[in-house]
């Protein structure tokens, strides 16, 4: 199966939106998230804090608790950089895809699926692919690194070559 058709910017943020989404769960999942993160960050410094003072006070176990507590706030570094470097490729996606509309061509093969446009190829296996999302406005195709490719309704002739093309792909992605 092969189909034809052009993606716009918005086709773009709306993968991202729904990128973000799947990553937070939706604005109960930002705020929850959020309030996770800053109480995570809080029992660091707590921790942090208190491994100091029990270092300078010269307890036995200072330098063990500090080593644990420095540990636990560089990995709580690690795991915020992470989130922050992921949502900035996201955007930084949308910024240099252009000019826009991009014309694109998808073309499902037994290994997966290849996406062309005026400049490149990218090539997905079946194996990178978990989920067809079914959309109001096309389908997304959720890969494993979060990110999710957005097949705008433009690009199908009709109703039954969208089916299609969803059952197709929920045929050959592996759970």
Not at 103 to 111: E, G, I, N, R
Request: with cysteine.
């Amino acid at each position: 199966m092969e189909l034809r058709y052009h993606i716009e910017r918005s086709d773009l943020a709306a993968a991202q939106e729904l990128a973000i989404k799947k990553l937070v769960g939706g604005v109960k999942g930002r705020i929850f998230f959020v309030s996770l993160n800053a109480f995570v960050w809080a029992l660091g410094t707590i921790a942090v804090l208190a491994a100091i003072d029990s270092f300078n006070r010269g307890n036995g176990f200072g330098s063990y608790f500090a080593i644990a507590s420095f540990g636990i706030a560089a990995l709580l570094v690690y795991v915020t950089m992470q989130a922050i470097w992921r949502r900035a490729i996201l955007k930084r996606e949308i910024d240099v895809r252009g000019p826009f509309p991009i014309d694109q061509t998808l073309t499902l093969t037994d290994s997966g699926l290849s996406l062309r446009d005026h400049d490149s190829e990218l090539i997905l296996s079946w194996a990178i692919i978990y989920e067809a999302i079914d959309l109001p406005i096309g389908v997304a195709l959720a890969t494993r690194s979060f990110s999710h490719l957005l097949i705008p309704n433009r690009a199908f002739a009709d109703a039954s070559t969208r089916g299609l093309f969803i059952e197709t792909v929920c045929n050959r992605i592996t759970p």
